[in-house]
């Protein structure tokens, strides 16, 4: 397989389409609605409804979960949060494009990743702001081998879910395999500042540390 490498200013406008990141800070705009997550136990509890209380908005409550798994302080706690963050994720609004979602990644678990994008391309026609179809696709370009559109992919997750911390890892994995070490430690440091208890991506910043942040000094 041929490997390509992102052009610096493409990968600087991939990271851009996340954008900033205020976790820890006040928030005063509303925020927009990845992996795939094992799915939790109904999360009602997390969002109490009692009649001295207005209801809060999906977009107020997902807010509230991501402030959460930044303020985690162990990574059980954080892995716990990350699962009602990806069930949000995974809601479409659409019976159809949820349908076909769960086709396709039976599909990849099928290792059928041809079935898996034809099936991804339905459903982002139907949801066409559905960051997580755009991420799901992404995966399976990846794993056919076609790192490229993977890569303009998680861009158009980003740009839905500026905070999607599976989408950073993955253009991560990418570009350390394309040898970007630099780059890679970038997209892994964005995922950190969302997800700051994330196993796999502190593994990997341990890994590129010393030589990227050593080629720099």
Do not use: C
Request: glycine fraction near 6%; charged fraction near 25%.
């Amino acid at each position: 397989m041929i490997r390509f490498r992102i052009a610096p200013a493409v990968f600087a406008l991939l990271l851009a389409s996340a954008g900033p990141f205020a976790i820890g800070a006040t928030q005063a705009q509303p925020t927009p609605p990845s992996r795939p997550g094992i799915v939790a136990p109904d999360d009602k509890a997390d969002n109490p409804v009692t009649p001295t209380a207005p209801q809060r908005s999906p977009a107020a409550t997902l807010e509230r979960l991501f402030q959460r798994l930044h303020d985690a302080e162990t990574q059980e706690e954080a892995e716990g949060v990350a699962r009602l963050i990806q069930r949000r994720w995974a809601r479409s609004g659409s019976d159809t494009a949820d349908l076909l979602m769960t086709r396709a990644q039976q599909a990849l678990k099928d290792k059928q990743n041809e079935l898996a994008i034809e099936l991804l391309d339905r459903v982002i026609s139907l949801q066409p702001d559905w960051a997580e179809a755009w991420n799901q696709r992404a995966n399976a370009l990846y794993l056919l081998g076609d790192s490229i559109r993977s890569m303009l992919d998680i861009g158009e997750t980003l740009k839905r879910e500026p905070r999607h911390y599976g989408a950073m890892m993955g253009l991560g994995m990418i570009l350390r395999q394309q040898g970007d070490d630099k780059a890679a430690m970038a997209a892994f440091r964005k995922a950190l500042e969302i997800y700051p208890q994330f196993d796999a991506v502190k593994k990997a910043v341990d890994a590129l540390k010393t030589e990227v942040d050593g080629r720099d000094a």
